[in-house]
């Protein structure tokens, strides 16, 4: 909407004001002229009782649907922690919503208690509404963005994340973007309407991994003894899983590729996720160690140059 839009509704509500006033002086005009002076201060004070009663009732209204908003907001928050009370990003999301929407009825039916005729309101923040929505349109997006995260749920506070090009811990959730915390303590904040319109990969969403190392050993080792010695190694590591854990496997050693200097190796082997990064360093290092202690080594890149004298 443009700027000229937004002169043409407000000069159209000014002037519906405009008339409003004329017509309400010029019936105070009329009720003057027809009444004795008794009359008119009879009438004032009961147009002054009428309003105080009215803005009793209002403040009456206020008071008790904030109270109410109050309750509502706490048993909403109760609710959520209960279920998800992990999910400290949905929880603050839904109860900021909840919130607004709450208080946005209050203001509407206090006005209302008021005798103001909230129709031509209505009308007028429809049509402000509309002019901030547009010149707002990425913030909207964004609450949308949000709103399809919370029906969707890709990912929870807590959960390790990639997202935008960035990867961190989820921190927590808003109407409009979410945190995340980096590896390296950095805070980045991400609009929630191109973190729902874009690729998430959720590294905690499973409670179990598969983990991979590649290695490699000169020619002429005994392919048998690689092989075993390194399913040793992950047998011994109580944090290895086997096929009769949920979602996992037997660990896994195998040939992979015959290179110009070398006979690479790979391992795979499934952890929960929890424990993703501590066994990969792990088992690095076990195989670094006790490969050579088994007459095992690992190679240098070569070349052969043979010299043929003329």
Do not use: C
Request: glycine share 8%; no cysteine; charged share 20%.
């Amino acid at each position: 909407m443009s700027i000229f839009n937004l002169i043409f509704l407000q000069d159209a509500a000014a002037q519906a004001v405009a008339d409003s006033l004329a017509a309400t002086a010029d019936a105070a005009v009329e009720a003057i002229e027809t009444k004795t002076p008794d009359e008119i201060l009879q009438t004032l004070l009961d147009a002054v009782v009428r309003f105080g009663l009215k803005l009793l009732a209002a403040i009456a209204i206020f008071a008790i649907g904030a109270w109410i908003i109050k309750q509502v907001r706490k048993g909403v928050h109760k609710r959520m922690t209960k279920r998800r009370g992990d999910d400290t990003a949905l929880i603050t999301f839904t109860d900021s919503l909840v919130g607004i929407i709450l208080w946005i009825l209050l203001i509407a039916i206090s006005i209302g208690a008021l005798g103001i005729n909230t129709t031509s309101i209505a009308a007028l923040l429809a049509a402000g509404g509309m002019a901030v929505g547009m010149s707002l349109s990425g913030t909207l997006q964004n609450f949308a963005g949000g709103i399809m995260l919370l029906v969707f749920k890709p990912f929870k506070s807590g959960d390790f994340i990639e997202a935008q090009g960035n990867t961190g811990t989820v921190k927590s959730m808003n109407i409009v973007s979410t945190t995340l915390l980096t590896r390296d303590n950095k805070t980045v904040i991400i609009p929630n309407g191109i973190l729902s319109n874009g690729n998430i990969t959720n590294y905690s969403a499973q409670t179990a991994r598969r983990l991979e190392w590649t290695f490699n050993v000169p020619y002429g080792a005994d392919s048998e003894q690689v092989r075993d010695e390194v399913m040793k190694i992950l047998k011994a590591d109580g944090r290895i899983l086997d096929a009769s854990s949920p979602h996992a496997e037997d660990p896994f050693v195998g040939l992979s590729a015959m290179k110009d200097s070398s006979v690479e190796f790979i391992a795979r082997a499934w952890a929960l996720t929890d424990n993703y990064w501590p066994v990969y360093f792990d088992i690095n290092k076990a195989i670094y160690d006790t490969l050579p202690e088994k007459g095992i080594s690992f190679p240098f890149p070569q070349m052969d140059v043979h010299i043929k004298n003329q």
